[in-house]
T-cell receptor, first 111, second 112 residues
């Protein structure tokens, strides 16, 4: 079964605006990760937040984690056309090394 | 470049063909993965290898056969595929299974 589900499924914004996407997961985690995928390419790791962290920043990215609600959010500030991509959250089953990805949010940033 | 290389990048094969996908990493990672990504579907984990031993086989049909001869190389052998097997096949590796995963660029497979 799918571990994470992103919301919204698709998001279209103007350049310069902020983009927020959410992820929900089902089981206990050690960390949660966000990845980006340009169309038809491999996924690229963006940021990792540990279960004992509530917020983390990396450049224009801000990630929050609420373990009580089993949810995370990714905020991209001052978006650019180059941010157009699909964004996925992922959790890891440390016993089996399984990375389970959410359904993804397709972000389109209009110039 | 992520350090994970997949070949070929594109593959068209008939249903009676046999082909292999190759994945290579020299990052010192000890876990390697095959994922399938179909249009409008979530990434599906197919196989996981940890220290060259398969630890996960996610109910994948036997027409897909993985091979991990060493910690740097992973293959996916394909035979008698179906058109619904057309998808982007992604290889990934990770150091511990809790750190970040590094993905290859994928092989776009079309079965005709």
């Amino acid at each position: 079964s799918q571990q994470g589900e992103e919301d919204p499924q698709a998001l279209s914004i103007q350049e310069g605006e902020n983009a927020t996407m959410n992820c929900s997961y089902k089981t206990s985690i050690n960390n949660l990760q966000w990845y980006r995928q340009n169309s038809g390419r491999g996924l690229v790791h963006l940021i990792l937040i540990r279960s004992n962290e509530r917020e983390k920043h990396s450049g224009r990215l801000r990630v929050t984690l609420d373990t009580s609600k089993k949810s995370s959010s990714l905020l991209i500030t001052a978006s650019r056309a180059a941010d157009t991509a699909s964004y996925f959250c992922a959790t890891v089953d440390s016993g089996t090394y399984k990375y389970i990805f959410g359904t993804g949010t397709r972000l389109k940033v209009l110039a | 470049e992520t350090g994970v290389t997949q070949t070929p990048r594109h593959l068209v094969m008939g249903m009676t063909n046999k082909k292999s996908l190759k994945c290579e990493q020299h990052l010192g990672h000890n876990a390697m993965y095959w994922y399938k990504q179909s249009a409008k579907k979530p990434l599906e984990l197919m196989f996981v290898y940890s220290l060259e031993e398969r630890v996960e086989n996610n109910s994948v049909p036997s027409r897909f056969s993985p091979e991990c001869p060493n910690s740097s190389h992973l293959f996916l052998h394909l035979h008698t595929l179906q058109p619904e097997d057309s998808a982007l096949y992604l290889c990934a590796s990770s150091r511990t299974g809790e750190a970040e995963a590094f993905f290859g660029q994928g092989t776009r497979l079309t079965v005709v």
